[in-house]
């Protein structure tokens, strides 16, 4: 199962997760998070960059070792080098972002059974090189990390009036629904309808 | 594709990979030990200089407990004398726990609180943390001058709008500090004479 190792294919590799296999709007793959830590756009991008970091580590770490791994045992083996990874990040948050670690904190070790990580070990690292699945994490994970950013953001400006911290409504209140968890379902359905349009249309 | 599974290599497999995990989770154990304390220790002074008048030297001391209830309470001292104390106090707002920090001072008056964890809602409960009105009233306040509820029960307390529940827990919270400093004033009291 040898891919062609020209450029083009990664690069198509990395803009078909942000695009086609987008894993928050297309795959609908990991929403616990999603509609969890979305509240601000800020947030939302954290959450999105500690997913991409394990995801990118994870699959390297899987395709390389993918071959040695007796099929019988390959799940608790992938399931180990995750958690080690998140375990990782965990670890760095709590050290060097501990305010960004006490709002995200509870959602970190729940990246080790996030759907999207175990998937594509599965659909795609155990099956290609360690430079192709790198290129695949890299993708999917900005598609994520992209996702959860618009989401944040659009339930920030309608939530607390402010953007990536900034207010722009000076001390009035927004519409609160949208950072409670109603909010979260409404606004990733809308995003989610937008995208797809427009996917469809190219 | 995958090699065949057998108990022999299935066993060495993950046995190796749980060994090679633990190796690296361990030394990032190691490098990240110093800077988790420091960002923890940084978090409880930050807390504590807010609401206590300025000190040299804090003593943290082993948990007090009042009512069947430990605390967790720092004594500062400032050129040897006791400036205050400041006393973590947790209580169950609206939205789940409320932890606060409350600064007394030696005359038994409230020098000045901060919110240490809350899950109140955003835009209401929360202000708790962001309502100048709501927060400067715990400024200088004298609970055995003024009854630590809200007004809407007969206390002397100004709820946040909309969010009574949420003001009633913070008050619970500032009477339950203010009664451990009551008895750790009166044990002080007892041991130095």
């Not at chain 2, 807390?47 to 209830?69: I, K, R, Y």
């Amino acid at each position: 199962m040898k891919e062609d190792k020209t450029m083009s294919n990664k690069l198509k590799l990395i803009t078909d997760g942000l695009v086609r296999n987008n894993p928050t709007f297309v795959l609908i793959l990991g929403m616990c998070p999603t509609l969890a830590t979305t509240t601000s756009a800020i947030n939302g991008l954290s959450m999105g960059l500690a997913t991409l970091f394990v995801l990118v580590l994870s699959n390297m770490a899987i395709s390389a070792v993918a071959p040695v791994i007796p099929d019988k045992v390959h799940i608790p083996a992938y399931i180990v080098i995750i958690a080690t990874f998140v375990t990782l990040v965990q670890l760095l948050m709590q050290a060097y972002t501990p305010a960004m670690y006490e709002t995200l904190g509870l959602f970190i070790p729940l990246i080790v059974v996030n759907c999207i990580i175990l998937g594509r070990a599965e659909a795609f690292a155990n099956k290609h090189g360690v430079l192709e699945s790198a290129c695949d994490g890299l993708g999917v994970g900005l598609g994520f990390t992209c996702s959860l950013t618009v989401l944040g953001a659009v339930r920030e400006i309608l939530g607390s009036g402010s953007i990536f911290g900034w207010n722009f409504i000076g001390g009035h209140d927004g519409m609160l629904a949208f950072v409670m968890a109603p909010g979260a379902f409404i606004c990733l359905g809308y995003l989610m309808v937008l995208f797809n349009k427009y996917l469809k249309k190219n | 594709m995958a090699i065949q599974s057998n108990l022999k290599n299935m066993t060495v497999v993950l046995t190796g990979v749980c060994l090679v995990c633990s190796a690296l989770l361990g030394g990032a154990y190691v490098l990240t030990k110093g800077p988790i304390e420091k960002a923890a220790q940084a978090k409880t002074e930050k807390s504590l200089s807010a609401v206590l008048p300025g000190f040299d030297t804090v003593e943290e001391m082993n948990n007090v407990s009042v009512d069947g209830t430990d605390y967790h309470c720092y004594k500062a001292l400032q050129g040897g004398s006791v400036v205050g104390y400041a006393i973590e106090s947790g209580t169950i707002g609206f939205g789940g726990p409320l932890t606060l920090m409350v600064g007394v001072t030696p005359d038994g008056v409230v020098y000045n609180t901060s919110v240490l964890s809350h899950s109140e809602t955003p835009g209401l409960g929360a202000k708790c943390t962001s309502d100048a009105k709501f927060m400067a009233q715990w400024k200088g306040f004298d609970p055995s001058a003024k009854i630590l509820s809200v007004k809407k029960d007969g206390g002397d307390v100004d709820a946040i709008t909309a969010s009574t529940i949420t003001s009633r827990a913070y008050s619970r919270a500032v009477q339950a500090a203010v009664n451990v400093f009551r008895t750790l004033n009166d044990e002080g009291g007892q041991d130095n004479e």
